[in-house]
């Protein structure tokens, strides 16, 4: 587990925030700009000594009272939203600056990362003609190259444009599935943190609102992310079946299983779904004569009004709700004509799924020149 906690004042801004999250995966801080995410993060670097602080990475106390390892001892790799490479070295030898850091055995070579952000092609190319996104892929290197126990992420895909983002995320998302270092990401974007995060940390003014596994928290009635414009729900499970003539795969997850375009990879493998809120329909009976190819029961758990004219259901997947989460947003005068209630049983009309990591599986990089 990671066990942080961190108080004081910074100027007029109070900070009391903590948490407790699993040594695995991608967690997300997330919330508004000022909320403090930053200064979390600077604290579990070390780079900010806050008054009141306390922190534990598995068995190791990084700080707790007058205890404070200095970031230069604690195994850290840390990505800025801005790549800082150094301009006047090749990307080669940004990446190996890296290497030079660590002492002792690798448990990351630097196969496996140049394999993983594909960046073989640019390994001679000088620093100032890389794009965004390659800076960036060059960064995380760098910093997986110094072989963390921990790898914090400031908003690292902020300062690209939409296209560098896309270039990017894929290979987040293979660094996600192949290596085990867990990873603590800030963003202020929900639609990165929906295709990345396992756990979510939501942050307001300072403390920390809500913890817990992302496809909860998403679909928690307490929190403002139910009323988002456009919420949706996250659905992970393993490809169960292939239809080649179709170009459509099949999906377990909790509560049934969702047809969802493309030939999504071998039996077993684990996908992310996205689901829209305002993508999912609901009826008392199974559609007939439709397009409509998921089409699963679901219990209402309850509902919320997010406007005047609309509602937005909580659902659990399954003749039994003990599924997995799902959200519709309805109109208002629709559920009232269908007079629905919590603890109903309906069927859940799903007019679009969408992979949350549609292009998680990237060819193999070129051979990595030797160092």
């Given amino acids: 587990m990671i066990e942080a906690a961190f108080s004081g004042r910074l100027g007029s801004f109070a ?3 903590a948490f407790r999250v699993p040594a695995r995966g991608i967690t997300a801080l997330f919330g508004p700009s000022g909320c403090g ?5 600077r604290g579990i670097a070390g780079l900010m000594r806050l008054p009141g602080g306390r922190l534990r990475v598995n068995e190791e106390v990084w700080q707790d009272g007058r205890r404070f390892v200095p970031p230069h001892r604690r195994a ?3 990505v800025f939203q801005e790549a800082s490479l150094f301009p006047h070295l090749s990307v080669q030898s940004n990446l190996t600056f890296g290497l030079r850091r660590h002492r002792g055995p690798a448990q990351i070579g630097l196969e496996e990362v140049v394999d993983l952000l594909g960046i073989a092609p640019l390994f001679d190319r000088p620093v100032p003609l890389l794009s965004g996104g390659e800076r960036q892929r060059v960064a995380i290197g760098r910093a997986l190259l110094s072989q963390p126990r921990l790898l914090l992420m400031d908003e690292p895909l902020s300062a690209l444009d939409r296209m560098s983002k896309d270039e990017i995320l894929p290979y987040l998302e293979r660094l996600h599935a192949s290596l085990s270092i867990p990873v603590i990401y800030i963003s202020h974007d929900i639609a990165e943190v929906e ?7 939501l942050m307001e003014a300072g403390r920390v609102r809500a913890q ?4 909860e928290l998403l679909a928690d009635p307490a929190l403002p992310l139910i009323h988002m414009p456009e919420p949706a729900a996250v659905l992970e499970g393993a490809v169960i079946g292939t ?4 170009g459509l ?13 493309g030939n999504l990879g071998p039996l077993g493998m684990r996908r992310r779904v996205r689901v829209p809120a305002s993508d999912v329909s609901l009826g008392r009976h199974a559609p007939a004569d439709t397009t409509i190819l998921n089409a699963l029961p679901a219990r209402i758990e309850g509902a919320e009004q ?3 004219h609309q509602v937005t259901v909580r659902l659990r997947l399954g003749e039994d709700g003990h599924g997995a989460a799902l959200l519709a947003r309805v109109s208002r005068k629709s559920w009232d004509r269908l007079a629905l209630r919590a603890g109903e049983t309906v069927v859940a009309r799903l007019k679009a799924v969408s992979l949350a990591d549609p292009a998680r599986d990237i060819a193999p990089s070129e051979p990595v020149p030797p160092p």
């Fill in 15 to 17: 900070l009391d925030a």
């Fill in 37 to 41: 995410k930053t200064t979390v993060l």
């Fill in 76 to 78: 850290i790799g840390y």
């Fill in 195 to 201: 295709r990345l995060a396992d756990t979510l940390v």
């Fill in 212 to 215: 817990g596994p992302l496809a």
């Fill in 243 to 246: 239809d080649p003539d179709y």
């Fill in 249 to 261: 795969s099949e999906i377990s997850v909790p509560g049934g299983s969702l047809v969802v375009p």
């Fill in 306 to 308: 997010t406007s005047d």
